[in-house]
Structure formats: C-alpha cells, structure tokens
C-alpha cells in the first residue's frame, strides 16, 4: 500500500494504542539522552515530543552502562512524564561490529544465519556465545546476494535491556545508530551509495550506506566539542557566548585571527577522519570497478553541523558537493507540518527520527 495512502487511512482511522503499540525513539549517548515520540496524522508521522536531557557523567561511558539505576532513573522521566510504554533504543556504534558478505541467493533465512554463524570469527572479536547478530540484503542477484551483518555483544544489551526495564519501558527493538541516522538523513526511495556524517558533541559517526542500508560504519573520537575547547582556551568565555561563536563566525569568519587559525585546526582533524573513510571507499570502487559504486551523495547531521562553515570545509576537502539532512523528510510532509523545534536542533535529532521511522 502506498505510505501516503496508509498515512491518511491511520489519520481518519488509527489504531488502538495497545494493538499498534506506538514506540518512543530513544537515542542514549555518554553525555544525554534524546527522546522522540509521534502520532499519525494527515501529514504523515508528526513528532508529539521531542526532548533532551543531560547524564551526569559516568553512567555512561564509551556506550557503556556503568550505573544500571542511574540510567533507569534518568529514562523514568520520560516513561512517566510522557506516557509511552514502547521504545526502539539506538545502541553506540563504538560497541557494534558491521560488515558485508555474500550468500547464495537460493539460501533461506536460517542457512543465511548458519552462515553469519560461520563468520562471526573472522569479522567481529566477539565469543559466539556472547553474540547477538542480524542481517540486511544489500543487493540480491540472480546467483549471490550481499547482505549486511550487525553483531551485538549480548552483555552490553543485556544492562541497557536491564535500565529499560527498570525504569518501565518495554524495548520493542535495539538497533545499531547507523541504521537510524541513514533511515531518517538519506531519502528513502534513493538507491544510490551515500556517505552520512553526525557530528555529535564528543564522537562522529560516519555511515556509507546503500540505499538506506549500511554497509560500512565507524565512529571518530572527535565532535563538535573540539571546536567549543579551541574557543574556551582562547576567549575564555561561558557556554551561551561559545555557542554564539560557533554559529555565527565558526571557522572561516572568526574575528581573532589566532582563533581563526586554531578553529582551522580543529576543523583538519576532524575532516582527516571523513577523509579517510571516503578514500577508503573509493578504493575500493577502482580495484572492484562495476562492483563497488562510487559515493554520490553527502548528507550532514548532528549537534555541530551548526558550526559555520563547517559544510562547506567538508565539501571543500571531499570535492564534493553536501547536503544538510532534512530528518523529517521521511516521516511527514513539511508543507502540511511545521514542528515545534528548529531546524538547527532538529539535526541532532536524526537517531531519534530513525527509530521512529523503524515502525513506519
């Protein structure tokens, strides 16, 4: 059925809430949690909540769940305050192992688990009895089909199934963050290879992804902050005043041409990392040329996207052109709805949005 067909008929007709079990999108990192929940209207999947809470420090560490009561405390605010019973959960990239490889076309779902089984040794160094693994088909042919495996260590879900729990969230389903931020940044009838960028605040996660599908991921331990410690060193100035320079001056504008230099150098590192990845990638698309596709699209998101000229360095560095993520555009149609958040703080919102669009 058509999704806009199906989105005017859940309009005029939803269902009950207990038969369609409606399911928060809930995006934990080190230092917050981001929180989207959504009803069905005429537009399309609108957002009813979006918020944004801190962690004190040390519940969460490198994706890590270091205090289980805390964290259960910390999501009770949202169970509680905003009434849903349902949550797809995004888990950290720096804890999943992603890798691509062929089966025969003719396999059936449980020879194609036999077969990650077989491979679990060879792609991702975790004990087979601590594995917890799915599967995408990327492309499928007439004889191979490539399918896209994401293994999970089971001890890391099992405490962040165990805080859900706690705080009174059933979790309909765990999925690796890349999949969401490529399910809500990338458009969804694309059928093209695309590079997805997050610039969080203390990590980047950098998805290439066929079609909405990933097929490669990492995480570079370098965010937005990066750009907000060069501006404290230098200016000595507070949060709010930091946040200002940041948007409106960034690193190509900075009045202080010391600071200016420094942001420059920040903003190097940080596009090294992109840009090893996608060199990566292309070098791969010429040793395995009519295999391998080139990217053709860059799709930026995350907190420090809003750092000035930070789209057009990266374009710069990448020769190629980059496009800020619109991550709305799968869920409702802009013209009928206009949310209640902007635009800038909307980026940060891709994970969330991705879980959301998990249901759709």
């Not at 090294?272 to 990217?295: A, L, M, T, V």
């Not at 560095?317 to 703080?345: E, G, R, S």
Request: charged share 25%; glycine share 4%; aromatic share 8%.
């Amino acid at each position: 059925m058509d999704n806009l067909l199906t989105n005017r008929i859940l309009a005029f007709f939803p269902p009950p809430q207990f038969l369609e079990m409606p399911a928060a999108g809930i995006d934990i990192s080190d230092t917050s949690i981001k929180y989207i929940d959504a009803v069905h209207t005429r537009a399309g999947m609108v957002p009813r909540t979006v918020r944004k809470i801190d962690l004190e420090e040390g519940i969460v560490e490198n994706g890590i769940v270091r205090n289980v009561d805390k964290l259960a405390q910390a999501l009770k605010d949202f169970s509680y305050k905003d009434k849903r019973k349902y949550a797809n959960v995004a888990l950290p990239e720096e804890l999943v192992y992603l890798y691509t490889i062929e089966v025969p076309t003719a396999h059936k779902h449980k020879e194609i688990l036999q077969v990650i089984e077989f491979s679990l040794s060879d792609h991702a160094p975790i004990p087979a009895q601590n594995a917890v693994f799915n599967y995408d088909k990327v492309s499928i042919g007439p004889e191979i089909t490539e399918i896209s495996v994401t293994v999970f260590p089971k001890d890391v879900i099992d405490t962040y199934a165990q805080a859900f729990h706690n705080s009174g969230f059933k979790v309909k389903a765990f999925e690796l963050e890349s999949h969401t931020v490529a399910r809500a940044a990338i458009p969804k009838k694309s059928k093209d290879i695309s590079m997805v960028i997050d610039f969080g605040k203390t990590r980047t996660g950098i998805t290439i992804a066929a079609g909405q599908t990933p097929v490669f991921s990492t995480t570079v331990k370098v965010g937005g902050d990066i750009f907000t410690q060069v501006i404290r060193e230098n200016l000595k100035v507070d949060s709010d005043k930091i946040d200002a320079i940041k948007k409106n001056e960034g690193i190509t504008d900075a009045r202080n041409s010391v600071l200016k230099e420094k942001m420059l150098h920040a903003a190097d590192e940080l596009v090294e990392e992109i840009q090893k990845h996608y060199r990566y990638w292309n070098s791969r698309q010429s040793d395995e040329e009519g295999i391998i596709e080139p990217i053709k699209h860059i799709y930026l998101c995350g907190g420090a996207v809003v750092t000035k000229g930070l789209p057009e360095y990266v374009a710069d560095t990448l020769n190629l052109p980059v496009k800020i993520a619109d991550v709305w555009q799968n869920m409702f149609d802009i013209d009928k709805y206009i949310p209640d958040i902007h635009k800038d703080d909307s980026l940060s919102m891709a994970t969330g949005a991705g879980l959301i669009l998990r249901d759709m």
